[in-house]
């Protein structure tokens, strides 16, 4: 892309210089330029500058632009619009119908391996299920549920022979399938489980029992009505030894749906939002299935008993097991961003329509997007749509560099899973709250169920804690920072670590990021001005988040060190009171990483209007973000009174600036036009 647009390059001032830019030279993609010693000029073909939202479209799929599209044409049309007045049984009938004709269509195996008829590439599975956040989200979770879960621990998890038996009958629905780990006792504590997997070496079985109500497992997606078999997730007891938490395929039901000897299934019927999955709960009373049906990657029992794992430690082991399985988590927050877009599309298409109160001297009323109060109740939203878009797409390669290793490395994979912690944990919290925004912004038609935004503000609600609590995935998101620097430092006490961190944050952390020499540049070049002007270069703005994050985790690593000072009987409390210091790292840390994915994605941009307009877009992210947490950097004398007041007017006028272009914006979250259909936007 143009110098002249480079984030680190100067950055002109005013919406206008969108208009400006677009009828400049410097518009044209540089794909097309061809050099004049390629070809006669005459035999140049004209370059055609795509529609400004098609060009955002284009910049916001980055590497995954084909097979988004893809889905756009062959998957998202408007049969996956559920009535929403179905009844509970007639919900779960089209949920599945939809479903099966997903796996008709080929679909169902994207980012599974060749041979099982998919692309290869394990970051497109995700990347289908994000996609259909955009739909009916029962559909989308039935989806992830078979296609991810269930099949993918048998791609996963099991050997050749599981997934030559049974992969191909699950990824075309014709083994209905479930995922059985969370226990009423045990949701986020996957790792102490009740349910026993004990190896009988007389007759080469494993028996499934549930030894107490609360090993019963439940909020299974399948279970209630579909699944025939189920991935069972409990602790292998063989030769007197807990060997730790393992999975295997257990039957369920036989083909006419009736449960199988042993398995008590349970139906959750009406739940507060995904009335298409059949969520149920399963008990097993001694239930005997063949030696062959555990799922034994990563640990098995021989014949005689031996229990054997190419992983000795047993903590590894676990962690390595559940790390396979990181594409749900991913999957989930991909999901909640989705359909979050569709409802500030939703939302804005209204208040580029609906008018309220006359214009003073004038006949007309003024439009709802005329108003600064609703600006910022929109605006912000689509700023943040995009820089979660962003973070997707980083997470997304990282995963896909992941799958491409020749060898296991643990720390790629520990960074992966914290990374896709943090996402899953602020994307779904922003959906929850910013599809609760957009209702309000449209009133009483929003509140109509024809409307679409009820629906989803049910359905997106379930996401803050499923594929893990949001709360406990922040905590682990900041136990990983200190465990990483920990390691880097060495011998050094936790404080004394996170001061010499503190000395080097930016090398260090930097280093992970797609965007790392840009980011470097940009800090380099960063000036902090005095209180006459508020500073817009992204350098200072990179530092002020990484700041926030050094300074955050800094305190936070002193205050650890003191409490694993404290006697046994004081240590729950004393590591509970650092809790709330956690979760800060944690969203500290969080917004860096997707200020840097956004920047990185800017820079990828070729289309200069859209990289332009992004350009803008990035500083109301982060103005709106330095407004919502003032209070720290007020605290911290991180600014000053002055400059908070500053940095409430930025956003307003960025507001302002974007304003004319917040249908350009929608179009450019790539929703197709079937699924933004309600009778609140309709001429």
């Known amino acids: 892309m143009s110098s002249t647009l480079r984030p680190d390059g100067p950055r002109p001032d005013g919406a206008a210089a969108v208009e400006a830019y677009a009828t400049s030279d410097a518009a044209a993609p540089t794909a097309d330029v061809v050099p004049s010693s390629a070809a006669p000029a005459t035999t140049t073909p004209p370059t055609t500058t795509p529609p400004l939202g098609q060009a955002l479209v284009e910049a916001a799929d980055g590497p995954f632009?084909?097979?988004?599209?893809?889905?756009?044409?062959?998957?998202?049309?408007?049969?996956?619009?559920?009535?929403?007045?179905?009844?509970?049984?007639?919900?779960?009938?089209?949920?599945?119908?939809?479903?099966?004709?997903?796996?008709?269509?080929?679909?169902?195996?994207?980012?599974?391996p060749h041979q099982y008829g998919g692309t290869g590439d394990a970051s497109d599975l995700p990347v289908c299920f994000g996609m259909l956040g955009y739909a009916d989200l029962s559909f989308d979770i039935k989806v992830g549920?078979?296609?991810?879960?269930?099949?993918?621990?048998?791609?996963?998890?099991?050997?050749?022979?599981?997934?030559?038996?049974?992969?191909?009958?699950?990824?075309?629905?014709?083994?209905?399938?479930?995922?059985?780990m969370t226990e009423l006792g045990h949701g986020s504590d996957v790792q102490h489980v009740e349910t026993t997997i004990r190896y009988l070496p007389a007759t080469e079985e494993y028996e499934i029992d549930s030894p107490t109500p609360t090993a019963t497992k439940a909020y299974i997606g399948n279970a209630a009505r579909d699944a025939r078999m189920a991935v069972v997730f409990g602790r292998l007891l063989a030769g007197g030894t807990d060997h730790g938490v393992h999975a295997v395929l257990v039957p369920i039901r036989d083909e006419a749906g009736t449960p199988l000897p042993g398995v008590t299934i349970g139906d959750h019927g009406h739940k507060g939002g995904l009335l298409g999955v059949d969520n149920g709960t399963l008990r097993f009373d001694h239930v005997r299935v063949p030696r062959r049906l555990l799922l034994d990657r990563f640990g098995g029992v021989t014949a005689y008993g031996r229990y054997r794992s190419p992983i000795e430690n047993r903590n590894a082991r676990f962690f390595t097991m559940v790390g396979t399985l990181v594409r749900g988590r991913i999957s989930v927050g991909g999901s909640a961003a989705a359909a979050t877009r569709r409802s500030i599309a939703l939302a804005a298409r209204y208040a580029l329509r609906r008018r309220q109160f006359p214009v003073p001297g004038g006949e007309s009323d003024v439009l709802l997007l005329d108003y600064l109060t609703h600006q910022r109740r929109l605006l912000p939203r689509i700023a943040e749509a995009y820089a979660y878009g962003f973070a997707q797409n980083e997470l997304l390669g990282q995963l896909r560099r992941w799958d491409g290793l020749e060898s296991p490395d643990v720390g790629v994979e520990r960074e992966l899973e914290t990374r896709a912690a943090a996402l899953k944990a602020a994307q779904t919290r922003w959906a929850v709250d910013t599809v609760q925004a957009m209702r309000e912004a449209c009133g009483g038609a929003g509140f109509m169920t024809e409307n679409v935004l009820t629906q989803i503000r049910q359905d997106v609600d379930v996401f803050v804690t499923f594929?893990?609590?949001?709360?406990?995935?922040?905590?682990?998101?900041?136990?990983?920072?200190?465990?990483?620097?920990?390691?880097a430092w060495g011998d050094l006490d936790l404080l004394g670590m996170a001061r010499v961190a503190a000395r080097t944050l930016g090398e260090a952390v930097l280093e992970r990021t797609a965007a790392q020499p840009l980011i470097a540049r940009l800090v380099a070049r960063a000036q902090v001005?005095?209180?006459?002007?508020?500073?817009?270069e992204r350098g200072w703005q990179v530092v002020m988040f990484e700041d926030r994050e050094r300074h955050i985790l800094e305190s936070l690593a002193h205050r650890a060190r003191e409490a694993a000072r404290a006697r046994p009987e004081e240590a729950f409390a004393a590591l509970n009171a650092l809790a709330p210091h956690m979760l800060a790292a944690a969203r500290a840390h969080t917004d860096r990483l997707v200020l840097e994915a956004f920047i990185a994605g800017i820079d990828a941009t070729q289309d200069g209007r859209a990289a332009l307009l992004l350009d803008r877009l990035c500083d109301l992210y982060?103005?709106?973000t330095l407004e919502a947490d003032r209070g720290w950097f007020l605290e911290h004398h991180r600014i000053t009174p002055t400059r908070s007041k500053e940095i409430s007017a930025r956003v307003d006028a960025l507001c302002g600036e974007l304003r004319p272009y917040v249908a350009d914006l929608v179009e450019g979250f790539g929703i197709p036009e079937v699924l933004l259909d309600a009778p609140m936007v309709r001429d």
Not at 154 to 175: F, K, N, Q, S, V
Not at 468 to 483: F, I, R, S, Y
Not at 529 to 536: I, K, N, S, T, V
Request: charged share 25%; glycine share 8%; proline share 3%.
């Open 467 to 487: 594929e893990g609590d949001n709360t406990v995935l922040q905590q682990l998101v900041a136990k990983e920072l200190l465990v990483g620097y920990r390691a």
């Open 529 to 536: 001005r005095d209180e006459e002007g508020l500073p817009l």
């Open 622 to 624: 982060v103005m709106s």
């Open 65 to 112: 632009h084909v097979l988004r599209e893809r889905l756009r044409r062959e998957v998202l049309t408007a049969d996956l619009l559920r009535d929403p007045t179905l009844d509970l049984a007639a919900a779960r009938e089209w949920t599945t119908r939809q479903t099966r004709r997903f796996a008709d269509s080929g679909c169902a195996s994207i980012g599974y």
């Open 145 to 180: 549920v078979q296609f991810g879960l269930f099949a993918g621990s048998i791609l996963t998890l099991g050997g050749p022979w599981h997934r030559e038996t049974y992969l191909r009958d699950a990824l075309a629905m014709r083994l209905p399938g479930a995922f059985a």
